[in-house]
């Protein structure tokens, strides 16, 4: 445990960001996950779910937990797959 009053902050502050960080990560994790559930059912599902899966992951972006770059080779990705089905 740090002794001095800064680093203590520190140590509270980190765990907060880390336990939102997280919790915004699940939240993209299982958006994908419904995403590839609702592909397996048709691609009616697919197609709607793609956006809210895709607006999971541009939140994740706005609080700075996953990288514009990652971000958008996700969603490419995922809406690859989609086109997959609908070819």
Same mark, same amino acid.
């Given at each position: 445990?740090?002794?001095?009053?800064?680093?203590?902050?520190?140590?509270?502050?980190?765990?907060t960001?880390?336990?939102?960080?997280?919790? #915004?990560?699940?939240?993209?994790?299982?958006?994908? =996950? $419904?995403?590839?559930? @609702?592909?397996?059912?048709?691609?009616?599902? /697919?197609s709607?779910?793609?956006?809210?899966?895709?607006?999971?992951?541009?939140?994740?972006?706005?609080?700075? #937990?996953?990288?514009?770059?990652?971000?958008?080779? =996700? $969603?490419?990705?995922? @809406?690859?797959?989609?086109?997959?089905?609908? /070819?």
């Open positions: 445990m740090p002794n001095i009053k800064s680093a203590m902050k520190r140590v509270k502050v980190s765990k960001k880390n336990l939102r960080n997280r919790m #915004v990560k699940t939240g993209v994790k299982t958006a994908v =996950k $419904k995403f590839q559930v @609702a592909l397996n059912e048709g691609v009616a599902p /697919a709607a779910q793609l956006s809210a899966t895709t607006s999971a992951i541009d939140k994740a972006v706005s609080k700075g #937990v996953m990288h514009k770059n990652t971000a958008n080779r =996700k $969603k490419a990705r995922l @809406a690859k797959a989609l086109n997959k089905v609908n /070819a």
